[in-house]
């Protein structure tokens, strides 16, 4: 038995549903996918993988990246998102280090960016002989 193949949903809790469905739909352009019985909003990431966001209070959310989107030109992604009023976040930490918002480790780039409710995100671009 192996879970490889098993489809997955990643749960992000959110304070105000309504807010965060239009932030994810409108912003990120997710598509949206239906209402769950335990009052989720559900997105789909791709054809195995899917997004939930459920009310939860303030607080929740983690201090860590809590959902990475893997795209294939990081700086393209961050201005068309930028446009959309996406503001990324710039570090300063021992062995991370952003400059115009986007670190380099290797091969790969990666930027980060809030949602609404303080949920960090991610993009990151695979360089070459990922």
Known sequence: MSLSPSPTTTILPVTDL??????YADTLGLPFVRTGS???ENFALNEKARLA??????????EYTALSFEVPDVMTYMTELEEKGVQFEDY???????VD????MGSEKAAWFKD?????LCLHEEGDGA
């Open 18 to 23: 309504e807010r965060a469905k239009r932030y």
């Open 38 to 40: 335990d009052g989720s």
């Open 53 to 62: 966001l459920l009310e939860k209070p303030p607080g929740v959310q983690a």
């Open 92 to 98: 300063d930490l021992p062995g991370l280090k952003t």
């Open 101 to 104: 918002h986007i670190v380099v």
């Open 116 to 120: 609404p409710d303080g949920n960090i």
